[in-house]
């Protein structure tokens, strides 16, 4: 008699924090009950790099602030089936995004990285330059939501969400009986 498959999951950090990765492992016992229906493909999890096969599902944490983040996004979107956005960041950008609101200059993106690297008050930068090496990923003009670069298929939301949530959210999709949250499991006031 075949086994029957476990799902193939895969998650990425993008444009976060990676709180979100460790409210995956918050799922505590439950990761054992999980573990018996998923393994995991790419992720920082595994530590592999790249997709070794197609994935039933595809989690993303945090937004895209740069274009390696666009890239990672649409790997994502190409390789699962089922694309989930992770929290806040992974939903509309989150921490990250504080950035966009610099709009009283007519360069916010770099007024932003001169008061990171050059003249915030506790800044000691004697080189008085901005990282630049072409090894590092070009930033973004600004840090964008996952669903504006790729169409997402489901968001669970929370900065980070719950394990609890994300392992319930996990099994009802795997069992193709998801039917959104309950209000009381996604309230954060
Ligand atoms: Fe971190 Fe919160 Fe963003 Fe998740 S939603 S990556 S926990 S800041």
Redesign the pocket.
Known sequence: MSEIRKARVATASLA?????HM?ILDMDERLIDLMSKVEIDRSPLTDFKTFTRRCDIGII??GCCNEENVHVLREFRRNCDVLIAL????IMG??PAMRNAIMHSDAPLRECLEEAFITGRYIENKTHNIPNDPALPLLLDEVYPCSAVVEIDYNIP???PSGEVIHDTLIALLAGRFQGFERERIRFD
């Open positions: 976060g924090c990676f709180g979100c409210a944490e945090g929290g806040q960041c992974a989150g921490l929370g900065c980070a």
